[in-house]
């Protein structure tokens, strides 16, 4: 027997009995598994897609793009006309929920060429890539101890392939797992992990200490952070830029000093653009000006940090670096 688990459609293929009862005579009975399986991952990623990427924690995040980049409108509408076929056969309605195909075309390709689902959504063994790496604790600003092991392994691998796109991607993970320990909500968030995924082991801090003694991290580590918006045109400005094509900080005042921000570090990211100069900056903020009260701000995610942390991490692993678990 194969189950879609929550929703509570079973489809019989094990037992003569019920597959003589539940037989389908327009597919086979594993066609009509892989379609409820792929059905239900939809439905479970779905409202994820209505979500920033900062707003995810990387285990949904992952899981997310794994499967965007691997199904097609094709596959989505293929399945779904399976088990619509299969459902009047067997004279009972399913229990899925109609999926948003205006939410799902912009997102993924339209055909299945080329793409490979993953084995587990597949209706035969197919091999698929997925991160699997040590994780580097030094990486996270003392917030190992806060992160599942997915959270540790995915976040570790977007610091460390040399993009400033996915060193952003991770600043705004790590953004995330901070507010879940300052913020409390009773609303459900996808911030939330389940309480069945496991805590990565905390690291011995005398080990941490002699690995960033050893491999020291740059001097601009990236950081993001929710800034409050703030008049452009008025005379005190919580950021002060040097005078050069970068968006070097030369000043932080007020409320930008107090999330972090420091002199040296060089802005790279607003609302998830980059920016490259003042006048790049200056546009960002202006939009959605008069709706948002704030704004993410991302610093040092450029293409000389990516490139230094991806040579240490390419070094401790020649190097095997291994890191003990405290307690």
Sequence with gaps: MASDGSNQLKVHFKCPQCREKYQCSTYPSELIVHSVLLLREASTLEPSLMVADSGLNATILNRRNLFLKSVSMEHLQDATRRLD?????????????????????????ETSEG??????LSSSPVQHEYIKQWND????????????????EFVTHLMVQGKPELLAQGAHILHGILDMTTISTTQPSFNTCAG???????????VLQRVRKLYPLPPRMP???????????GRTKPLKFE????????????????LGLRKGDIVTHINGENVTNLDEFEAAL??????DDSFWLVVNCDEEIAKALQGRYQKMTREKVHFRKHG
Excluded at 88 to 97: S, V
Excluded at 196 to 203: C, D, E, L, Y
Excluded at 224 to 231: E, K, S
Excluded at 286 to 291: A, G, H, L, R
């Design 85 to 109: 076929v299969y459902m009047r056969e067997i004279g009972k309605e399913t229990t899925f929920p109609p999926l948003d195909w205006d939410l799902w075309r912009p997102l993924i390709a």
């Design 243 to 258: 005078k050069d094509d970068k968006l070097s900080l030369l000043q932080v005042r007020g409320p930008a000093g107090q």
């Design 196 to 206: 069945s995924v496991p805590r990565a082991q905390p690291i011995d801090p005398t």
């Design 137 to 152: 604790p030094t990486l996270f600003y003392g917030l190992d101890e806060l992160m599942t092991c997915d959270e540790q």
């Design 286 to 291: 202006k939009q959605n000006s008069d709706t």
């Design 223 to 233: 950081r993001c952070v929710r800034m409050p918006r703030y008049d452009l045109s």
């Design 115 to 120: 793409l490979s689902l993953p084995a587990a």
